[in-house]
Structure formats: C-alpha cells, structure tokens
C-alpha cells in the first residue's frame, strides 16, 4: 500500500474540496482511497481540523466541505501562523526579497494567505510548489517582515 507524505494528502484534501462537492469524511476517504491512498476516519477527522475545512450549506438541505473563508485581518494572521508553524521550514532575505521553503505542495496555499495580509509593504508573492518568493518595496521592510515572519515560527 502506498502511503503518501501527509503534506501531499492534505494538499489532496484541499484540491478536492475545491474541485468535488464532498459532504462528509466518508467522501473524503472514497476520493483518496480511488487514488490508492487508504486512511483511517480518525486521519480524515485530524486533516479537516489541520486545514481548517468548514462544513457550509449547499442548498436544499445539503452541505458541503470548503476551505474556512478568511475574513476578518486577525483570522488571516491566525491562519498564516498556523500554516507557518505546520508547513514552513526556512526564510531567507537577499535585500528586498523574502524567500520562504516550504513543505513540497504548501507554497501556493501560504502565498495566497500572505496575500490576504494586504500589507503595503509586500508588492507581490510569487509561488512555485515549495518556495515562495515575496517581493517588497524596501530592503528595511523585507527584513522587518522576515523578522515578523520568523516570530510565527516560535
């Protein structure tokens, strides 16, 4: 049985729920299991609580698993430190630019939370599948922001 990393499940996870309407675990297990993934419900139930996945109504009585929209600037913080902590594993500054490692398949989903952020300083994110390249306006923002960005780590 192949037992893929658990970044590269979760990474699964989120596209699904994107992509498919899944309403309960069960789905979520069937969906990984065609894919010759087989998890146990408990690793399911632990996955939707890492990545944060919401049950939202669908209309007529039915609901469906959706990444938790990030609303309020605290909640996309929150939810960075929390991506950060589970999925970054080095930063590095070269004068304006950040560069943030990350597990393989998670630079995406980080990049778009660092988006959310909507800082004035940070011009831009660019995500390949493990690293992420912010671009900011100054070299003393880049380097304030690293140091922001390292404090989540602890």
Not at 60 to 78: C, F, I, K, M, W
Not at 110 to 123: G, M
Request: charged share 30%; with cysteine; glycine share 6%.
């Amino acid at each position: 049985m192949y037992m893929p990393s658990k970044e590269y499940r979760q990474r699964l996870i989120e596209e699904l729920v994107e992509r498919e309407f899944i309403s309960t675990q069960a789905e979520i297990a069937e969906h990984l299991a065609r894919r010759g993934i087989n998890v146990t419900q408990a690793t399911i139930s632990r996955d939707v609580n890492e990545l944060r996945l919401v049950r939202l109504p669908a209309g007529n009585g039915q609901h469906r698993y959706r990444s938790t929209p990030l609303a309020a600037q605290e909640d996309v913080v929150g939810e960075l430190s929390q991506r950060f902590k589970l999925f970054v594993r080095d930063l590095d500054r070269g004068e304006n630019l950040l560069v943030i490692n990350t597990d393989e398949g998670h630079a995406a989903g980080i990049a778009y939370v660092i988006d959310k952020l909507d800082r004035d300083e940070i011009v831009g994110t660019l995500a390949g599948q493990n690293t992420i390249l912010v671009v900011c306006r100054a070299g003393d923002q880049a380097e304030a922001l690293l140091e922001e960005f390292e404090s989540l780590l602890e």
